[in-house]
């Protein structure tokens, strides 16, 4: 057991299993028990669901405190946290950089959930599989935020000016964002969505929940998997999550260095996405007013427009 003791990026590994196994099983729970058949969530329940995922995200701010009063002592990677005059001060430091990670995250996950209705209604994705998407979207979210998170940490541990390089990023993206803002997103001309379709075999309509299908290929009648467009859909999802993490990342590492606090904020922030989306998407001909939210799309790193 002394495996489990190891310290990997500021936290013994029993504690970064304990939080992944935390989130596997609310996962679980909610698709296997909750959700287990493909049903339309109405907008009460996905309040509910809502509002549940809130208070598991501010819930885990005990935890965050009990932590960092037993496990982050001097050594910690938050200048602020080792600073801490006593545990009880550590363990309340902590408190408060998690929860303003979770508020910044929360807020910057509202963009996703503008795109992610623009894409489930270009591949005309019935509400009752949607669900399915966006939980194997959580899971990539949870190994695609790990890894940039990770080599986030890496870097702002071995070179501290990759912070200014963080914040060039951020100011970047906030003038794309002016202007582009009168810019509509363009699903049909995706490029990403351009390349799939020409390296997959992917058919015209939707085979239920399934994301592939076994079928005749017309052109060598033979037996081929086909992609069907709910892959599709995923894959885009996907992505637009990662294009946004490219700017929602530094900026939490702009509020603490420290790779639990960041993550943990960054995952509880993102899971109860799926529940408010299903709120939100029911009411978002409210919003026609709003403009599209560009400036995460169309940030400096791409030459061309995702959507």
């Known amino acids: ?9 500021g936290m013994p590994l029993w504690i970064w299993f304990a939080f992944l196994s935390t989130v596997i099983a609310i996962l679980a729970f909610d698709l296997g028990i909750l959700h287990r058949d493909a049903q339309a969530i109405e ?11 809130i208070g598991l995200g501010l819930a885990w701010a005990a935890a965050v ?13 938050d200048p602020q946290i080792a600073a801490a005059a006593s545990p009880e001060e550590r363990g309340w430091t902590a408190v ?47 190994v695609l935020r790990a890894i940039m998170i990770g080599l986030g940490a890496a870097l702002v541990m071995e ?11 951020l100011l970047a993206t906030g003038i794309k964002m002016l202007i582009m803002v009168d810019h509509q997103p363009d699903i049909a001309n995706n490029p990403v969505l351009r390349f799939l379709k020409s390296r997959m075999r992917v058919t015209e309509t939707l085979h239920g929940q399934a994301f592939t299908v076994r079928q005749q290929d017309p052109s060598t009648g033979k037996m081929a998997i086909f992609a069907t467009p ?13 294009v946004f993490a490219i700017d929602s990342v530094p900026a939490i590492f702009a509020i603490t260095p420290d790779p639990f606090i960041v993550y943990t904020s960054n995952i509880f922030a993102i899971l109860g996405l799926r529940a408010l989306y299903f709120a939100l998407a029911a009411m978002v001909h409210r919003f026609h007013y709003l403009k599209f939210p560009t400036r995460r799309w169309h940030g400096w790193l ?6």
């Open 43 to 53: 907008i009460s329940d996905s309040l509910k669901m809502s509002a549940l995922y």
């Open 65 to 77: 405190y009990w932590i960092y009063v037993n496990y982050s002592g001097a050594g910690a990677l």
């Open 159 to 169: 070179f501290a000016w990759v912070m200014y390089l963080f914040a060039v990023i």
């Open 230 to 242: 709910l892959l599709l859909s995923l894959i885009l999802v996907e992505i637009a999550d990662l």
């Open 96 to 142: 408060k950089l998690y929860m303003t990670g979770y508020l910044v995250e929360k807020t910057l996950a509202m963009d996703n959930v503008f795109i992610i209705s623009l894409i489930f209604t270009y591949f005309a994705v019935p509400r009752e599989y949607q669900h399915r998407v966006l939980f194997w979207g959580i899971l990539g979210v949870i």
């Open 302 to 307: 791409w030459p061309v427009p995702w959507l």
């Open 1 to 9: 057991m002394e495996f489990l003791s190891t310290l990997w990026l």
